[in-house]
């Protein structure tokens, strides 16, 4: 029988005695990323080990490529078994190389589940690598890319043998074509077509380019694919492009082009084939465009690495005017196993027209990222939550950036879309660069892309004027967005100049420039107003604009990091007037803000936001309700001003008119002041006293409040006008409670809406709660109604939510307490109608629900199942699905309402149509928080007084307040302080469940001044 050449492989195997003599092989990780991390210290200690122990005849210690966990690192992998250690140190080797020789494990450095804490021991048993597809990195990391013998130990060059001895170059262009392979550098060129054109293309000398990628670890795979495109397009020199900065790389190819010719696998008539073919390397430069194929070319030939306009095509005429085929690194890296396992193989992986697998690099704000190898198709979400293990810090995704600089975002509502070529192209991004970098509620998407513009713009070339010109243009519109000083028609000269730059500019650098303006905008436009309506960064990111993260991200803009200061020099009282200057309700923000603040604190990056409506709550409750100076002008006692409603809105805005002079009366329909304060959120979260000990304060400041007061009972809004006021504030909130639209709602005895069952439970008005009491909803109010049913007497209470916990608006920690409370959840289930017995309630008719299509906020919506109807028993159902405004006191068709039922004010003055008649809080906002009221408050204050005046105080004050600085704290006190953050002490669920007081429980003094200890004082100036 005739000798096969893959014989002749392993001819040349086994020829090398130092091969395969090794029981055990230890590979550690060479990437960059374990490099910077000390894997090369890793790898000396283990090599040490095993010469100290004698066993260098069984255990193999070598540098291996990149598994791509590069977040784990250092790592190490260890044959047999794919044994992944992760975080691996120097002084861990005495206990590797032993475990080794043993064939145990050392379980402390595997990968630990986060939940289950169950230990994993093999690479391909971790979620990071369970979903990948490798084909490209199937040896990365677990050989030694440098050593010929491992590659072709595990099945390495006999693609090649076949191509050359078994096949004509025709039919390996033909197996790639109709493999469906498109170029991995960026573009997705179909491979074949390219192929078969350098083949067809006129000249006898022709010439193959490798162009750079960010592979490592794969170097033979790549030589290999190479060699066989070398063979099928006809050429006999080659050159490997490679980035100078990357030595590393380098070295490996100039060593694997050595090693290769060699085994006979380079150079003169390889593997006794007849064709002969030699490669080089070439390092370039670290220019963004030499990679552009023209411009590499140029460089290759001596000359400036700038593009040149295409046709011709470099495969028609390309290095020194010859016909060449460029391919990217991971094209070729797919050629071997296309060649080996047939174009039908490979075209059943990823999809129809996006065959194979793609290496991205997953960066971002995720648990666990680096280097991954997808079937084309794979959806965002299995990427960010499975592969990726989820958002770090559990922060919410807010974006994907696909393909670095020139790439482009797609929102959460994209979270369903599969990563192929078309669709990425098609959502205005490109494969580009290949990275995938997860974006979360923390970034900025104008300053995202300002970044990004400022590196095209440092990168383009120059040689053509759209790009040169249009790059730094967008780049100044954008640096003067982030800082706040850009208008609305700067949006459009943007989106202008964009389509000029990407239509106009020579090459793929111009082209592409614009993708990550262009997407910003188009999903993310809100952001871009933001910042140049409200100079408001919602990430509280932008430097010019954000004094300190917490005051920025606080809808009333309290200056946290002062009071914060003061609090930990013990200056309680001046600590309250801070607060008070733009939020008279500090102990009840202290016990129920949602504080978004906390959410961008800056202290969260190192370890955990400092608890700052803890820290408020400590200095409320430990002084005297001091007012802030406000300047006063006893002119403007003159003025008498209405506000209706006593929420907290109508409250702040009659408070900061009192503090500057004016006299202001509230009205109340109701017979208690608070508003949703008082009548909504119950005791057990925020106690009466504690509400009425703010509200005494508002009182001192010079406000009338007059209770059972009903605009649109008692008074309407031209009669106050007539009777003299100025102005008149709506502050009448969101009470009315949304109906469910079923039968019999209204008239059945024990169906009511959440409002109106907290309300009477608040007001401590009679109300019965049924044995099996069912609530119906997924916010706060229905958690709350849920809990208070429950202290009222109920046995067993159900809250039924129609998509998953996951989904649910309520308060993460109001949901956690009352599980504590024993109230059951049951999920993906919406009420579809009542069921009777005798007239009387019996139970709520339930339809199961499966989450289906994504909205623009990236929710699922719920899908009814058919067939899935059943019946929930139940004596009294709560229906809590939201609240709205009760206009009823607008005259009909009255300007002042909204389409949608709310008040209809300005964004800038909150004045409606009616001159010198405002509003804010929930009438205009719709059901949202008492920070979010606060804020309206104090700016509809402060321009009622510009309506009146003509000029305001209050903003005068504020801004004067601006300057202020609190000396940090001494050193070592912050020292003392430590990292961890402070808990408060809670009732235990079986006592609080019986009554209605508090369940979170302060700070004691210790603890609230460690707390605030803490604060990094991003206010303070760098110097
Ligand atoms: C159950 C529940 C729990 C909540 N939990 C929280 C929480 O934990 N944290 C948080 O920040 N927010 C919470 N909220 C939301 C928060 O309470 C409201 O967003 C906030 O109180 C709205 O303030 P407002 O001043 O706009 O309206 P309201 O507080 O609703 O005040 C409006 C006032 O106007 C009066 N009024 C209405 N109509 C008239 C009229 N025609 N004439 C005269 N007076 C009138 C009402 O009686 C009421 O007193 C909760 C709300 C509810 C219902
Ligand atoms: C500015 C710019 C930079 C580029 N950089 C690279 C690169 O680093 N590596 C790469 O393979 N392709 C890069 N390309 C794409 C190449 O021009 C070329 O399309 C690619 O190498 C062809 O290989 P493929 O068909 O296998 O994808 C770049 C293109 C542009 C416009
Ligand atoms: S588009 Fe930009 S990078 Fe490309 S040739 Fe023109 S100036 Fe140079
Ligand atoms: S560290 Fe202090 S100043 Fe900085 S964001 Fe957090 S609370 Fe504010
Ligand atoms: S650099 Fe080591 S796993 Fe990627």
Redesign the pocket.
Known sequence: MAETRSDKLSDLLAQSERHATHKVKVGVCSGAGCRAMGSENVLSALAAEVERLNLSEKIKVFSAGCPGSCLQGPVVIIQPGDLFYQKVQSTDAPDIIKAADQGRVVERLLYHEPITDQALESLDDLPFFKHQERIVLKHSGTIDPTDIEDYIAVGGYESLVKAVTLMTPERVIDEVARSGLR???????S?GE?WHQCREAVGRTKHIIC???GLDGVVHQVLEGLIIGAYAVGASFGVVYLREQNQQAVTQMRAAIANANQFGLLGHNILDSGFSFDLEVFESSSA??A???TAMIAAIEGERAVPRVRPPYPSVEGLWGRPTL????E?FANIGAIIEKGANWYKGIGTPGNPGTKVFSLTGNIKTGGQVELPLGTTIEKIVFEIGGGMLGDRNFKALHIGGPSGGSVPASALDMPLDYDTINASGAIVGTSDLSVLDECTCMVETVKDFMELMADESCGKCAPCRIGTQRMLEILTQVTNGQGSLDDLARLETLAGVVKTSSL???GK?APNPVLTALKHFRDEFEAHIKHQKCAAARCPTLVKAPCSHTCPAKVDAPSYIALVALGRYEEAIAVHRERNPFPSICGRVCHHPCETRCRRGLLDEPIAIALVKRFMSDHAPAVHPRFPRDPENRKHRVAVIGAGPAGLTCAYYLALVGYDVTVLEALSTAGGMMKVGIPDFRLPEDIINKEIEAIVDAGVKIETRRMLGRDFTIDGLIADGYEAVFLGTGAHQGNNMGLPKESDLAGVIDGATFLRRANLGESVEVGRRTVVIGGGNVAIDAARTAIRLGAQNVKILYRRTVAEMPAYEWDIREAREEDIEFEFLVSPVGFEEENGILSGVKCRRMVLGARDDQGRRRPQPVKGSDYIEEADMVIAAIGQSPALDYLPDESELASSRGRLSVADETMMSEQPGVFGGGDAVSGPASVVEAVAHGQKAAIAVEKYISGRSLIDQQLQVAEERRVEPLQEKKIKAAGNNRRHPPEVEPEKRKSDFSEVVLALDEEQALGEAARCLRCDLDED
């Open positions: 170029g991995r550098g960026g573009a997705g060129y491979v390219k162009n750079r990628s963004f465009i990679g552009e194929e460029i391919n990217n690194a094209t090459c793929g650098l592409t």
